[in-house]
């Protein structure tokens, strides 16, 4: 139970994570928010800010579950699937990029969340 809901909570923080630090570039805001239309510096900022605690949740979360030694290796795995899935995201469906970061967000934090409960449990 705890290496599925680990997986999830990582894979769903790694989503969310790259959503975020793709949104902070010109290039993928422009794709959402039409051309010539950038975002603020505070913007991208934050933008950054989450991105980069998206991708450390997902460290925590795999070196927790996996360990120090396996959790490394299953963090790269996680950031390689979040990245393929988000390259296929930005390529066909630009539009539900924002979607995708809010459900994965959302995802990885019930599922951390109920980790914690199951580890409280047993």
């Known amino acids: 139970m705890m ?12 989503v969310g994570g790259f959503t ?14 039409g051309r010539g239309n950038l975002p ?3 913007t991208r900022r934050t933008l950054r800010r989450s991105g980069a605690a998206g991708l450390l949740v997902s460290l925590l ?3 927790d579950v ?13 950031l390689t699937a979040a990245a393929i899935g988000m390259v296929l995201v930005l390529t066909y469906a630009a539009r539900a990029m924002v979607r995708v970061g809010w459900i994965a967000g ?3 934090a019930a599922a951390v969340v109920l980790a914690q409960i199951a580890r409280g449990l047993a």
């Open 3 to 14: 290496n599925i809901l680990g997986m999830v909570a990582a894979l769903a923080s790694a």
């Open 20 to 33: 975020a630090l793709s949104l902070a570039m010109d290039r993928h805001w422009e794709a959402l928010h």
């Open 40 to 42: 603020t510096g505070r």
């Open 61 to 63: 979360v795999c070196l």
């Open 66 to 78: 996996w360990g120090g030694s396996q959790g490394w290796v299953a963090w790269a795995g996680m």
């Open 106 to 108: 959302g995802l990885g």
